[in-house]
């Protein structure tokens, strides 16, 4: 029979990583060999670190039940004002920041402060959640992306709504002395003119976007996030998703 001793030393590793989970500082994205929150956070100090803990978990959720190319993650953090920059666009494999930028909300979710979301047709407000970029197509806005919502509830209407990322000028920071603000959108993370087609041509196709915000009824519902179950492949949503991007 096994000593105790040798027992312990065999299962003392296991408490430790247990202890690690519990207190925030160990996740899934660490075993896929992804960077941490923290390693972000140098990166993008200007970043939420409790809001990158979330996005990596959603990513490495994500990624491994519906693929996507590339190894991009968009983080938007609504909680900050939008006369702050708070769009950030990660290269995990590569472990570099290549886009730190200002983003609007929706003009029905707030001024400079988005404090509302919906997932409604014609609500004009933002949604949380995340997204796969999709398909680049020339609208009223030139050349945009199509965001496709990965979050039955919360941002799957994306396609219906036709949220996507354009640029506008009302989004440029030089607007900011006269408002006090960013201008606003109909729900679309609208981005300044000077960046848009580089940032469009950069996340085209099959990275994601997390869309934060502290809101307790999507953080306790979402099955992307740390602590909830990495339930994708069960749900014939996401599933029908995965099988659009798979034909386009």
């Keep these: 029979m096994p000593s105790i001793a040798l027992l312990w030393g065999k299962l003392r590793p296991l408490f430790a990583g247990a202890a690690l989970y519990a207190l925030g500082g160990w996740s899934a994205a660490h075993a896929a060999g992804l960077p941490s929150a923290e390693e972000l956070h140098r990166l993008a100090p200007a970043t939420d670190i409790k809001a990158l803990r979330l996005a990596l978990n959603a990513y490495q959720c994500a990624s491994s039940q519906l693929g996507g190319k590339g190894e991009l993650l ?26 730190e930028e ?20 014609n609500s004009y407000q933002s949604s949380l959640g995340l997204y796969q970029t999709g398909q680049i197509y020339s609208g009223k806005h030139g050349r945009s992306l199509r965001l496709q919502g990965l979050e039955p509830g919360f941002n799957d209407n994306s396609e219906e709504r036709a949220i996507v990322v354009h640029a506008a000028a009302y989004a440029d920071p030089k607007v900011v002395p006269g408002l006090g603000r960013l201008g606003r959108s109909q729900g679309c993370p609208a981005v300044r003119p000077a960046v848009a087609q580089k940032l469009i041509d950069t996340l085209q196709k099959g990275s994601y976007v997390f869309a934060y915000y502290p809101q307790q009824q999507w953080l306790s519902n979402s099955q992307f996030l740390a602590g909830a179950s990495c339930t994708v492949a069960k749900n014939p949503g996401i599933n029908r998703y995965a099988q659009n991007l798979a034909k386009r």
Aim: glycine share 4%; hydrophobic share 40%; proline share 4%.
């Design 102 to 121: 200002w983003v609007a909300h929706g003009k029905n979710s707030g001024a400079d402060l988005a404090t509302a979301f919906s997932n409604r047709p």
């Design 74 to 99: 968009t983080v938007i953090d609504y909680s900050k004002p939008s006369r702050d920059k708070r769009l950030w666009v990660f290269d995990l494999k590569q472990r570099k920041l290549l886009f």
